[in-house]
């Protein structure tokens, strides 16, 4: 007998019918003796219905009273799934944020979670109950309900598995796992059976919007064994995401292949290269609330270097403007250049830690293509390369090909 | 500078329009001064939707699961009024009724109020907001989410107002205030300044459903200032609900007239005439949960007498075919008989305790019309008829023209 926390998402609640085969599943679990408790999202389509009702009334609502209207959303999904399981034959109960007590801060929109009060929960596991939770949504130290910000739900059932020190905490969504690439680009990517939290985190960041962010932090953090599973297929056993000091990880050295086509390219060209350069040219793109993912600069000569960074596609234009007409002239620079037809590739694996010429081999598997490689960015567990935009899936096939991710490691 | 409790119910907040325009109104009231509180309902057509939703489900959804899903309604109508509140610059704030601790029973669906914990409210009044709380529903002890029942919002603002000592309860609703008959029937019928709770709670029992009866009630035992109010209407003052030691009672004999076509009568004829005989009759009537309005029970004669009363018309065929197959032939009647073609009207007034010939005036009104009285019941402020069901509107014209109900009096 275990104890399961399983979240379900809007599209896997998304009608009285879905959240009918979504009670199906939970009791099939509960009746193999597990304990079982329920995070869910707001059906697909609530939560839009309710922001846009809210901004009938006020174009930049309240956020304090944004939050007590949208946490109805998932209010009603907790009450309609006890109801399912009850109307199955298992004992089901349903809780608020508020009610189980999930303690966050005040940051209306976008709390976070302090702290779990499993008691009320245990108790009725006890009693042989499933228990249901609202995802997304908490209660402040005064009372007030908060709400964590969109794809929180999935953090909603991290914490709740970290506070039960659950067995396993189990995501259903509308995939069945994390793949070694986008399938739509690469038809012979592969469902992996384990990635590690850190290959996760990357690949999250890098586009495979399969877990929200925090969720997969949150559950590094505090141990928590993650499973992603499909919540329209039956008996698959998904993705689990695991710890490196685990035994039985696959011994891939690359585990996949990421992309994203949201960012633009700046680069301030001939910059004095003395100390506090980086912070002259940053502060300003800062201070608009610019964020900034990939940042290069190189070793100067004749006093003068290069700096490049990445932006958001959004921002591309508002980025430009400052770093033309406020940076450059006090900084002396020569010229700022920029664009935004890029595409980031990366390829992301804990193996590379351990082995040598993984570079190597994507930048001369990139190069045979004829694919020219614009900016170069690493971390421990991944390479990034920056290159034209119209390449992108060129570039993800023949890595995938390259690094042979269509074959499960022996 | 007053407190103030407003009530509006699902039509006044049945739109963003609308609920913009309760928006403006409070915001009248609270810069002439005011402290106020408002309690609303659910959008109209809301609750009927979730209720669907949960049929969708399970055809018999558990009771503290409808009422998880329920109480949204007014979750998101009260998000909704305090950002329009905001938006036109007055500062507010949302409460659920857990959130303010409104204490019920555990009788989900159907609680009654325990206790409210007042000290938030004031707090917040105390620092110039306009305070609103979610109606028609609670919390009990163990947390769990209970509703007081349709229309138990009018009781939640009458409760509010009496936690918090206000100075007036008003109640708006898409009437105008309590009328002296109905005006459909009698188009010169006369909005009543002032009503008595004694009188109001006849009325509404007799069909003039303005108020839900429990908050009558509520208002009665708590000495809560009741005003019945237009939400659609400017500058109007209802109706006031007051008590009879009151000094600006309107000193009219009668209040109005009430009718209600909902009854049926039932006689059982030549009852042999002995202790103990009504309770044979009316036990396995009660136990089949059929509620009796009516009972008549005349002098007997010869040792036997009839035993008369009225029954909802819906329960009708299954209080005939008890009291034929089962008592009749175990107490000795000689015959069931009944009518659901018969209307109940009545005349109200705290008036006529003191004053003597209501009834035989009354009795003659109806007499010169050539109505035939069938049944008669009275109370201390009441005096109610049974008739032939299309005599109804004639004896409700009639009766408001011999009482004079469409002069103010004084």
Do not use: W
């Amino acid at each position: 007998m275990a104890l399961i926390v399983q979240k379900y998402g809007g599209t896997s609640v998304g009608s009285t019918e879905r959240i009918k085969s979504v009670a199906s599943r939970v009791a099939r679990f509960h009746r193999q003796g597990h304990q079982v408790v329920v995070v869910v999202s707001a059906m697909s389509g609530e939560t839009n219905r309710l922001i846009a009702l809210a901004r009938e009334v006020s174009p930049h609502p309240d956020p304090r009273e944004l939050d007590v209207m949208v946490s109805t959303g998932e209010q009603v999904s907790i009450a309609l799934l006890a109801m399912a399981l009850m109307e199955l034959g298992v004992g089901a109960r349903s809780y608020t944020g508020a009610q189980v007590r999930i303690l966050t801060d005040s940051a209306h929109t976008k709390a976070r979670i302090l702290s779990i009060d499993e008691d009320r929960i245990r108790r009725d596991l006890g009693q042989g109950n499933v228990v249901v939770v609202a995802g997304f949504q908490g209660v402040d130290e005064a009372g007030n309900i908060t709400t964590l910000g969109r794809g929180g739900s999935d953090t909603t059932g991290v914490a709740l598995a970290a506070a039960l020190s659950a067995d396993e905490c189990q995501i259903y969504t509308d995939v069945d796992g994390v793949y070694t690439t986008d399938p739509r680009i690469v038809p012979e990517a592969r469902r992996l059976r384990t990635i590690t939290f850190e290959e996760m985190l990357e690949m999250a960041s890098l586009g495979s919007k399969v877990l929200q962010i925090r969720s997969v932090e949150f559950a590094g953090k505090y141990k928590v064994r993650l499973r992603v599973l499909s919540s329209f297929e039956e008996g698959g056993e998904g993705t689990l995401i695991t710890f490196e000091d685990d035994e039985n990880m696959e011994q891939a050295i690359i585990s996949g292949i990421a992309f994203n086509l949201d960012e633009a390219k700046i680069t301030v060209e001939d910059v004095p290269d003395r100390p506090g350069i980086a912070y002259q040219i940053l502060g300003p793109i800062g201070d608009a609330n610019i964020d900034v993912d990939m940042i290069i600069q190189n070793v100067g000569h004749d006093g003068l270097t290069d700096f490049s960074c990445t932006v958001h596609r959004n921002d591309f234009g508002k980025a430009m403007k400052i770093l033309r007409e406020q940076v450059a002239p006090h900084i002396g620079a020569r010229n700022v250049s920029g664009d935004d037809k890029i595409a980031k590739v990366s390829v992301v694996g804990v193996g590379m830690r351990s082995h040598v010429g993984i570079a190597s081999k994507m930048f001369r598997t990139l190069a045979e293509e004829g694919i020219n490689i614009q900016m170069i960015s690493t971390s421990e567990i991944k390479i990034s390369v920056v290159i034209e935009e119209k390449y992108m899936e060129l570039a993800v096939r023949v890595l995938h090909q390259a690094f042979d991710l269509e074959r499960a490691p022996g």
